[in-house]
């Protein structure tokens, strides 16, 4: 068992120091590597997940087994935790983009000890409006913007994980082709609004960036 520390729980800082000690109990500290598997779709959700460090990636399969990611998320955050508010099964599956730490807190026990603390509870609120947001961009990303928009607005939104991400994952988080993503990431770079080296890119121009962004409105 990995060791804890009050560190590992500065999600919670909002907590006395007597909850925190008590949730540091009920709570383990697992290491995953690069696409390590955290759940699966259907799997019970024993464990409210917090994701201490890394990119954790949410991802289902489409009709022709494709695989559409969901969400990319970033330390510190909650995986899925509508699953365990909800107390139903997975959605969607849970791999990792980068090695990463994951806090595991015994569900059951927090449910019991810790939901029904108005802090936690508007805690929960803010976390899942969070991924109503995120949600709302996905829908954005496949269905309302075409594809230089979508890779901008993605670049714009993300600039804190593109150095942890190359272009082909970055195309497969948009749903689009690596041929595409090439072609108006090359188009971006000779209108020196970005920087793109051995595959990962870097953000120069925002404002000219924004324009592409909102190319729609």
Not at 10 to 18: G, I, R, S
Not at 135 to 163: T, V
């Amino acid at each position: 068992m990995v060791k804890i520390d009050l560190n590992d729980l500065k999600f919670f800082n909002f907590l006395k120091e007597e909850d925190l000690l008590r949730l540091k109990d009920i709570s383990i500290k697992k290491f995953f590597n690069k696409n390590e598997i955290l759940f699966y779709k259907g799997d019970e959700p024993k464990y409210l997940h917090l994701l201490l460090k890394g990119i954790a990636k949410l991802y289902t399969y489409d009709y022709k087994d494709n695989e559409v990611i969901i969400h990319n998320l970033m330390a510190p955050n909650l995986i899925a935790e509508i699953a365990n508010y909800e107390e139903m099964n997975f959605l969607a599956n849970c791999s990792f983009e980068t090695n990463a730490e994951v806090l595991l807190i015994d569900y059951k026990k927090f449910k019991e000890e810790f939901l029904l603390k108005p802090e936690i509870s508007i805690f929960f609120i803010k976390s899942l409006t969070k991924k109503i947001k995120a949600l709302q961009s996905f829908i954005n990303y496949n269905i309302s913007l075409n594809s230089m928009e979508k890779i901008a607005k993605f670049l714009y939104d993300n600039e804190s994980i593109l150095m942890n991400l190359k272009q082909v994952k970055i195309a497969q988080i948009l749903n689009i082709t690596p041929e595409t993503l090439s072609r108006k990431i090359a188009k971006l770079k000779r209108e020196n609004i970005i920087q793109n080296e051995k595959g990962y890119i870097k953000i120069l121009d925002y404002k000219r960036l924004e324009t592409y962004v909102n190319s729609q409105s």
